[in-house]
């Protein structure tokens, strides 16, 4: 599960061009400041008849600053590419001047929104179906594999034409391995939380100097390592909660067997300053203190912003003994493009966003440094080049086993009971089982 609701926009722009500094992926990049451009424009609703004019249409991102540019670089790209339109694109971050030009007469005719989003607001009716307009022009789905498609659909209908994904893989540190007799990662999370327990070192006062099993990032304790196991915490239909499942459970009995091995008030003590100083020159991953960190490609460029010495290496996320096919399994995230019900020029919209995803997105994706969403680049060798760590995970990419975000109507308020019962489970105060009954009673109330 990745941040959700509304407010929980994933990033396009986790890294800025290839080998460009990263943001923070769970924080939201829908952000609330002024648009770096006026978007009360008067809109030209078309051309005159008989015109050779070209028809404008008019398209939002949330995107500022470089990542602004950036884009207008492919609107550039698109406008020289043909005669009949023209794009014209502004930057908007305060995603509640979508919601208002939606509700009224002033909509936008592209958009740029997270999979989350997508979901969220054809929820409440606001989108043309991207699968109708597709096929009756004739795109070709399967550029996409089944999570992107998942992910950017409601009834299995398409919404979003995606054009970034956003996954998470498994850092690890050489050294650390090497210090316990080990030269290959592991492949299951019983090779792992074994080489985890070797590693793990104290201080004289009995403190963890050194992380072994990958309790942080927090949102990857809650995701990755949670589906790692076979869990998850929607079934496949976006919607059924499963909290109580045997997978969950499998990772949080895994995880507090940890945890009360070096006790939990310890290890809350260590992930806590990990989680104050992450992405930052005292991040425990970069200061040599962990072994496996479960986190996004964005990770290798600050590392080598903040200590190019660290020996590391990059591999899928294991499976189990159990499920070996989990390999590579992460949360799975795009930045999409998609229109409005209330867009007056609806082909040029399709027009655009089809090209966007097809033809124009690969300079973009190498303007940028994203990973793709159309799985025909998932070999692409300038793409491959772009970052270090890209390889490994355009193949956790070809796995398939991304998981997507609920898609129930109160999604966000599901993510807040399900950080506040992980606390009841790390903090002792609950054993899983009892925590995740719970959790799944509260959630199946939400629906």
Not at 104 to 118: G, K, T
Not at 153 to 167: A, E, F, N, R
Not at 415 to 441: C, H, R
């Amino acid at each position: 599960m990745v941040s959700v609701g509304l407010a929980a926009a994933m990033t396009l722009g986790l890294l800025t061009g290839c080998g460009g500094s990263n943001e923070d992926a769970t924080t939201s990049q829908a952000q609330t400041s002024e648009s770096s451009q006026e978007t009360n424009e008067k809109k030209d609703d078309g051309k005159a008849e008989g015109s050779t004019e070209p028809i404008k249409v008019s398209y939002w991102y949330y995107h500022k600053g470089n990542e602004g540019e950036i884009m207008e670089h492919a609107i550039e790209r698109f406008n020289a590419s043909q005669s009949e339109y023209v794009v014209e694109g502004f930057s908007v971050p305060d995603k509640q001047k979508y919601l208002v030009a939606m509700s009224s007469d002033e909509a936008p005719d592209v958009i740029e929104l997270s999979n989350s989003e997508i979901v969220s607001y054809q929820n409440n009716g606001l989108l043309e179906n991207l699968t109708a307009m597709g096929e009756t022009n004739g795109f070709d789905f399967s550029i996409y594999d089944t999570p992107a498609i998942e992910s950017n659909s409601v009834d299995g209908q398409m919404y979003g034409l995606p054009i970034t994904s956003v996954i998470i893989q498994m850092f690890y540190n050489k050294d650390l391995l090497e210090g316990i007799g080990e030269t290959e990662p592991p492949k299951t999370m019983e090779e792992l939380y074994d080489m985890a327990v070797r590693a793990t070192t104290l201080d004289a006062d009995g403190n963890i100097d050194v992380l072994g099993y990958p309790l942080f990032p927090l949102a990857s304790a809650r995701q990755e390592l949670i589906y790692a196991f076979g869990g998850t915490w929607v079934d496949k239909d976006g919607v059924t909660p499963t909290a109580n499942s045997q997978g969950v459970l499998d990772s949080l009995n895994m995880n507090l067997k940890y945890r009360n091995l070096y006790g939990i008030d310890k290890v809350q003590k260590f992930v806590a300053t990990g989680n104050t100083n992450r992405y930052t020159p005292q991040d425990i991953f970069f200061a040599g203190k962990q072994l496996f960190r479960f986190d996004g490609p964005w990770l290798a460029n600050q590392i080598k912003e903040n200590n190019p010495d660290i020996n590391f290496g990059v591999t899928m996320i294991p499976g189990t003994e159990a499920n070996p096919e989990l390999r590579g399994v992460s949360r799975y995230e795009n930045t999409s493009l998609a229109i409005p019900v209330g867009a007056k020029e609806k082909e040029g919209a399709y027009a655009f966003a089809s090209w966007f995803a097809t033809d124009g997105v690969k300079d973009f994706l190498l303007e940028i440094g994203s990973l793709p969403a159309n799985n025909t680049l998932f070999d692409d060798p300038d793409l491959m080049a772009c970052n270090d760590v890209f390889p490994s995970f355009m193949e956790a990419l070809k796995t398939g086993n991304g998981i997507g975000a609920p898609k129930m109507a109160d999604s966000a308020q599901y993510t807040s009971f399900i950080e506040e019962y992980l606390d009841y489970v790390y903090n002792g105060s609950k054993t899983p089982e009892e925590a995740m009954e719970e959790l799944q009673k509260q959630a199946e109330a939400l629906n």
